[in-house]
Every structure is written in C-alpha cells, then in structure tokens.
C-alpha cells in the first residue's frame, strides 16, 4: 500500500463530502471506492462505486462522515487529489483535480498521468 505517514491520501472538499455522505446513507454502502483504469483518448480513466465492504488493501480517507476508499492500483495516481463535487446550469459530478496528472482529453473523462518513475521520485519512494 502507498502512503506517506500523517498526510492523507487524498483531499475532500466540503461539497464532495456532503454528497459522498448523502449517497452513502440513500444506499447504506460503507463508502465510495476510487481508482483508475486503461482507457479513453488520453489513456486513462477514473473509476468510482459505491461499495459495502472496506477491501483491507484500500486507503481509507474519512472526513465529516464521508468514506473514500482508494483501490491498491490508483493509491499512486491519486496522492495529492482533491476530491470536489460541482453543481452548474448544465451538470454537476464529482471532479479530481490531481496533481499527478499531466494532460486530459477535450470531454475531460480521460487523463494521462506522469510517468511511474516520476511520481515514485516526487513522492519520496
């Protein structure tokens, strides 16, 4: 498992954790589980369920009641992510503005991240 000791995994804002919170008690899941896979123009995506048990390989960020789990594969690609929820005219969702990543597609689905060598640098392992 990645970490860094006393920083957390990712960041919640206010919004994404009432939302988070909200979905979490409509469905009565443990928590909603993030990560990342292959696909999309630009390579790769996020991925995002709710679910009803803690994998015990997860990161687990808690904050006002909202659970964010974060599968083994993505704990690299999502150190330093700032989970948001934004509501507009047109649409609202959750947003990642992640520091690990270096280009997105024209929709925004698809991102492409720093090279594995990198990340491992910049985040001391």
Do not use: H
Request: hydrophobic share 40%; charged share 25%.
């Amino acid at each position: 498992m990645f970490s860094i000791p006393g920083k957390q995994a990712v960041s919640i804002s206010s919004a994404a954790a009432v939302q988070i919170r909200k979905l979490m008690e409509r469905d009565g899941s443990e928590g909603l589980r993030i990560g990342v896979k292959k696909g999309g123009c630009a390579g790769m995506e996020y991925t995002m369920e709710y679910v009803d048990a803690v994998d015990p390989n997860d990161e687990v960020v808690e904050q006002d009641g909202a659970r964010v789990m974060i599968a083994p594969m993505a704990q690299m690609f999502l150190f330093g992510t700032q989970i948001d929820y934004e509501t507009s005219l047109l649409e609202s969702g959750f947003k990642f503005k992640n520091p690990n990543v270096v280009d997105a597609c024209g929709c925004g689905e698809s991102i492409k991240f720093k090279d594995i060598d990198e990340l491992k640098a910049e985040q001391g392992n």
